[in-house]
């Protein structure tokens, strides 16, 4: 019979458990060393399979809280995005895995070693949605699109500024989008989807700002061509008996122009787009005498 002595069996125990350290340190440089792979192939700008090595260590039980980890992954991603080429819709989703990186490291970094690097990170991608909602309606003219991707700028940016004031960016943003969309409406106004656009992008920007000039300039135009529109269909294809009716609403159109058109003489009197609008809309309304005041005013501007 083969039996095993009692010092055999405390040298096998000991064994095993200087093996299991053996393993679990071996674990640890391994997943370390991964993470140094990952920084180096970033260096090297091989943001891909710098990627393809740093998800495996920000998932492994021994590195999944490792700040630097979820920090490099951040930077990792948001310059794969950067590569990827301006302006990538099909892309965004390596912006979104940035920016939850970088909250991730933030959220780990007690000591705060990587807290302003990982701010940059989220403002970055901030700054690219911010552009693309952009760079949408100029180029796809796709407003809805273009919305979703500025409410993802916004809530983006209030991760690192949680109390930033949004009031100059949305009226850059829906003064800039009512615009677009009035010069398309006017070049084809069998679209009335641009019209639609406009208006409602024209009337959130003075609801920001009351007296924006070009919100309400815009909005002059944008009604004023609406009544006029109605008033040429009087000479082709409106039936008699909807006469009254085309007429009455042409009327409504040219009011609803007046007081943005009003807005803009109060504060630029000398601005021609609204003195030049306000004797078209006078002239519609049949309203002479404050038709002749603006003609002549526009007079007086020609000669200077």
């Given at each position: 019979m083969i039996t095993?002595?009692?010092?055999?069996?405390?040298?096998?125990?000991?064994?095993?458990?200087?093996?299991?350290?053996?393993?679990?340190?071996?674990?640890?440089?391994?997943?370390?060393?991964?993470?140094?792979?990952?920084?180096?192939?970033?260096?090297?700008?091989?943001?891909?399979?710098?990627?393809?090595?740093?998800?495996?260590?920000?998932?492994?039980?021994?590195?999944?809280?490792?700040?630097?980890?979820?920090?490099?992954?951040?930077?990792?991603?948001?310059?794969?995005?950067?590569?990827?080429?301006?302006?990538?819709?099909?892309?965004?989703?390596?912006?979104?895995?940035?920016?939850?990186?970088?909250?991730?490291?933030?959220?780990?970094?007690?000591?705060?070693?990587?807290?302003?690097?990982?701010?940059?990170?989220?403002?970055?991608?901030?700054?690219?949605?911010?552009?693309?909602?952009?760079?949408?309606?100029?180029?796809?003219?796709?407003?809805?699109?273009?919305?979703?991707?500025?409410?993802?700028?916004?809530?983006?940016?209030?991760?690192?500024?949680?109390?930033?004031?949004?009031?100059?960016?949305?009226?850059?943003y829906y003064n800039g989008t009512g615009s677009i969309f009035v010069d398309l409406y006017l070049k084809n106004k069998s679209k009335k989807e641009y019209q639609d656009v406009a208006k409602l992008s024209l009337l959130k920007a003075i609801e920001i700002d009351p007296k924006n000039i070009s919100a309400n300039i815009n909005l002059g135009v944008l009604f004023y061509n609406e009544g006029v529109e109605l008033m040429n269909k009087l000479e082709y294809d409106v039936d008699l008996s909807q006469l009254d009716i085309v007429q009455e609403n042409a009327k409504k159109l040219f009011k609803q122009s007046l007081p943005f058109m009003n807005k803009v003489y109060e504060l630029e009197p000398k601005d021609a787009r609204a003195i030049d609008g306000l004797e078209g809309i006078y002239h519609a309304l049949n309203d002479g005498e404050m038709e002749n005041f603006f003609k002549q005013k526009k007079q007086a501007l020609d000669k200077k």
């Amino acid at each position: 019979m083969i039996t095993v002595s009692k010092s055999y069996h405390w040298l096998t125990k000991s064994s095993f458990c200087f093996l299991l350290c053996c393993l679990i340190w071996h674990n640890q440089y391994a997943q370390t060393d991964s993470l140094f792979k990952a920084q180096d192939l970033c260096s090297q700008k091989k943001f891909e399979q710098a990627i393809q090595i740093i998800d495996n260590v920000v998932n492994h039980i021994e590195t999944k809280e490792d700040p630097s980890a979820w920090h490099i992954r951040s930077f990792a991603y948001l310059q794969l995005y950067t590569q990827s080429g301006k302006y990538n819709t099909s892309k965004i989703g390596l912006l979104d895995t940035s920016v939850a990186s970088a909250v991730q490291s933030m959220k780990l970094d007690i000591k705060g070693e990587y807290k302003d690097q990982n701010a940059q990170f989220i403002e970055n991608s901030s700054k690219k949605m911010f552009n693309l909602c952009i760079v949408l309606l100029k180029d796809s003219l796709n407003s809805s699109k273009s919305d979703f991707f500025y409410n993802k700028y916004k809530k983006i940016t209030t991760l690192i500024k949680p109390d930033f004031n949004f009031k100059e960016k949305d009226l850059e943003y829906y003064n800039g989008t009512g615009s677009i969309f009035v010069d398309l409406y006017l070049k084809n106004k069998s679209k009335k989807e641009y019209q639609d656009v406009a208006k409602l992008s024209l009337l959130k920007a003075i609801e920001i700002d009351p007296k924006n000039i070009s919100a309400n300039i815009n909005l002059g135009v944008l009604f004023y061509n609406e009544g006029v529109e109605l008033m040429n269909k009087l000479e082709y294809d409106v039936d008699l008996s909807q006469l009254d009716i085309v007429q009455e609403n042409a009327k409504k159109l040219f009011k609803q122009s007046l007081p943005f058109m009003n807005k803009v003489y109060e504060l630029e009197p000398k601005d021609a787009r609204a003195i030049d609008g306000l004797e078209g809309i006078y002239h519609a309304l049949n309203d002479g005498e404050m038709e002749n005041f603006f003609k002549q005013k526009k007079q007086a501007l020609d000669k200077k």
